[in-house]
C-alpha cells in the first residue's frame, strides 16, 4: 500500500514539474526582453532536471520496467497528476509570473519539510531542488512586487492574474488517502503546514506589491485526480508529439 | 520608444576566489535588483562565477577615443618605466 501511495505522490511531483517547465519553455524565444526570456527557460529547465530525477524515482518505485521518458512521453491525459494551476496558459507576463509565484510559494515549503523525509532517495532530490526554487521563489516575488506596485497597467494585469488564478491555487494542497497513508508514516508533511507557510508568503508578498486577495474563495480542482482543464489536452500533444511520431526516438 | 527603454547595466563576474572580477558584458534591467538576477541568469548559467558586480552603464566614465593619443602615446616612449634593465642572477627563477 505504502510503495504505491509513495508512487502516486512522487508522481504528482514530478507532473507538476515536467507541465509547468513545458508552459514556461513556450517562452522560448517570446520572452518580454532577452534577459527575461532567459530567465523563464533556465527555470524551466531547473523543473525538467527536477522531474528527471522525480521520475526515475517513480519508476522504481513502480517497478515495473518503465523510465522516466515512458512516464513523461507515454502516458494518457488522465493518467497525468498535476494540478491544474501548472497547466493553465501562460496568458501575458504577468499571468505567467503570478501562476509561477504561487507554484513557487508552495514548492519551496514542501521541499524543505521533504528534506526531512525519512525516503532518503525523496529527501536528496528535495536537497538539491530546493536551491532552485529558493531562487525561482525569490525572482517570482521580485516580478511580482515590480508588477502590482509598477504603472497602473502592470498593477490592472497582475490583479486581474491573481484574480483568474486564485481558484485553482487550493488545489495545491489536495489531500486523498495516499498522503494520508504517507502522513501516517512521517514519510511527507501534513499539507496544512504548507499551506500555512504559502498563505504567509502570498500575503506578504502581495501587500508589498499593492495587491489584493480575492475575496470570491470559489475553488476548483480535479488535477491531481487526473481530470484536466481543456487546455492539457493541447499542451500533451505539443510535449508528446515527438515520442508518438517517432516511437523511442532519441536525441 | 527609447525614453521608455530600461537602463544599461555593466556586468563584473569574479570566476573564483582571489581573482578580479571582469568585464563579461551589458544588460538591460529596470532596477540593481533585477540586474543581478539578470546577469545571473544571462551570465552565470555554465558556473561561470561565484560573485557578481552590476553598475549602471550611465555611471561609467570613459577616455575620449579623440584624445586617445595625448592620454596614452607619451608613456609608450619611456621605455626605463618598464624594470627590464636589471641582469637576472642566476640563482633567481621563474622571472
Redesign the interface.
Known amino acids: 500500500m505504502q510503495e504505491s501511495a509513495l508512487f502516486e505522490y512522487v508522481l504528482r511531483l514530478s507532473d507538476d514539474s515536467l507541465i509547468l517547465a513545458q508552459r514556461l519553455g513556450e517562452w522560448c524565444g517570446h520572452g518580454p ?4 526570456d ?2 523563464l527557460t ?1 527555470i524551466s529547465l531547473d523543473l525538467i532536471g527536477q522531474a528527471i530525477s522525480l521520475y526515475d524515482l517513480a519508476a522504481a518505485l513502480e517497478g515495473k520496467g518503465r523510465d522516466h521518458d515512458q512516464l513523461a512521453y507515454l502516458r494518457y491525459e488522465n493518467e497525468y497528476k498535476n494540478v491544474l494551476l501548472v497547466e493553465q496558459p501562460n496568458g501575458d507576463f504577468a499571468m505567467t509570473l503570478l501562476r509561477q509565484f504561487f507554484f513557487d510559494a508552495f514548492r519551496l515549503p514542501l521541499y524543505e519539510a521533504l528534506m526531512q523525509s525519512p525516503v532518503e532517495q525523496l529527501a536528496a532530490i528535495a536537497a538539491k531542488s530546493v536551491k532552485e526554487t529558493r ?1 525561482h521563489l ?2 517570482s516575488s ?1 516580478w511580482v512586487i ?1 508588477m502590482g506596485d509598477g504603472t497602473e497597467e502592470s498593477h490592472q494585469r497582475a490583479q486581474a492574474a491573481i484574480d483568474h488564478l486564485w481558484r485553482y491555487t487550493n488545489e495545491l494542497f489536495y489531500e486523498d488517502a495516499h498522503d494520508h497513508a504517507l502522513q501516517a508514516a512521517g514519510k511527507v508533511p501534513a499539507m496544512a503546514e504548507i499551506q500555512a507557510k504559502w498563505m504567509a508568503t502570498v500575503t506578504s508578498i502581495l501587500s508589498e506589491a499593492t495587491l489584493e486577495i480575492p475575496k470570491n474563495n470559489w475553488k476548483f480542482d480535479g488535477g491531481r485526480e487526473g481530470r484536466h482543464s481543456e487546455h492539457m489536452g493541447y499542451l500533451l500533444s505539443d510535449l508528446q508529439y515527438m515520442q508518438r511520431a517517432y516511437p523511442n526516438m532519441e536525441w | 520608444m527609447s525614453t521608455n527603454e530600461w537602463p544599461l547595466w555593466e556586468v563584473f563576474i569574479r570566476s573564483k576566489q582571489g581573482l578580479n572580477h571582469k568585464h563579461v558584458g551589458s544588460l538591460r534591467a529596470p532596477d540593481a535588483t533585477l540586474a543581478l538576477e539578470n546577469a545571473r541568469d544571462v551570465y552565470t548559467r555554465r558556473s561561470e562565477g561565484i560573485s557578481i558586480w552590476v553598475v549602471e552603464s550611465a555611471q561609467i566614465h570613459a577616455t575620449d577615443i579623440d584624445e586617445a593619443a595625448s592620454f596614452f602615446e607619451p608613456s609608450d616612449t619611456k621605455i626605463y618605466r618598464h624594470p627590464t634593465f636589471y641582469e637576472v642572477p642566476d640563482g633567481v627563477k621563474h622571472m
Open positions: 526582453i532577452l534577459e527575461e532567459i530567465a533556465n531562487y525569490k525572482h521580485e515590480r
